[in-house]
T-cell receptor
């Protein structure tokens, strides 16, 4: 079992709709959770961090964490063509940061 | 701050040659990570340092790989000898308060 699992996609969402990205992790001792966005040929860019159960909102992005279910999600509202990218879920325990393989998101006009 | 700086951006080398990748972390960050990214295996953690000390190198694939951090502003990842299967994008990232910021990466091609 991988430490951090994501559906590889591609996930295709119409412009203006909500994109929902999911991630599960295996280590119950994980303490910090992150979402990174990676455009093709570029480096990963941190877009959201979440540390406690519940929701955290930042603009069009909402991160959700459920430690009991070992589940992290990212919602993108009012999806734009510029949101087309690969989204990487990352999990940290004792400062060691492990990434999932990413979900490729495509926003169609 | 200029962010995490990696060099070179691209490296093409012949099998058997030594390759050295370089990284300058963000000033003040106390953690430094080396990752490798391929289509097949995704973003793999190779090794990470805390205050210049290696903490976990369990991701280093073989003895051919080594990493050093002689001071807070510089780290190297060395592959000797290189093999075609080492071809990948190698990222360095630095972190403070658990949030990691990535350099632009080095695209390594071993022919």
């Amino acid at each position: 079992q991988k430490e951090v699992e994501q559906n590889s996609g591609p996930l295709s969402v119409p412009e203006g709709a909500i994109a929902s990205l999911n991630c599960t992790y295996s280590d119950r001792g994980s303490q910090s959770f992150f979402w990174y966005r990676q455009y093709s040929g570029k480096s990963p860019e941190l877009i959201m961090s979440i540390y406690s159960n519940g929701d955290k909102e930042d603009g069009r992005f909402t991160a959700q964490l459920n430690k009991a279910s070992q589940y992290v999600s990212l919602l993108i509202r009012d999806s734009q063509p510029s949101d087309s990218a690969t989204y990487l879920c990352a999990v940290s325990r004792a400062s060691k940061i492990i990434f999932g393989s990413g979900t490729r998101l495509s926003i169609r006009p | 701050d200029a962010g995490v700086i990696q060099s070179p951006r691209h490296e093409v080398t012949e099998m058997g040659q030594e390759v050295t990748l370089r990284c300058k972390p963000i000033s003040g960050h106390d953690y430094l990570f080396w990752y490798r990214q391929t289509m097949m295996r995704g973003l793999e953690l190779l090794i990470y340092f805390n205050n210049n000390v290696p903490i976990d190198d369990s991701g280093m694939p073989e003895d051919r790989f080594s990493a050093k951090m002689p001071n807070a502003s510089f780290s190297t990842l060395k592959i000797q000898p290189s093999e075609p299967r080492d071809s990948a994008v190698y990222f360095c990232a630095s972190s403070l308060a658990h949030q990691a910021f990535f350099g632009q990466g080095t695209r390594l091609t071993v022919v």
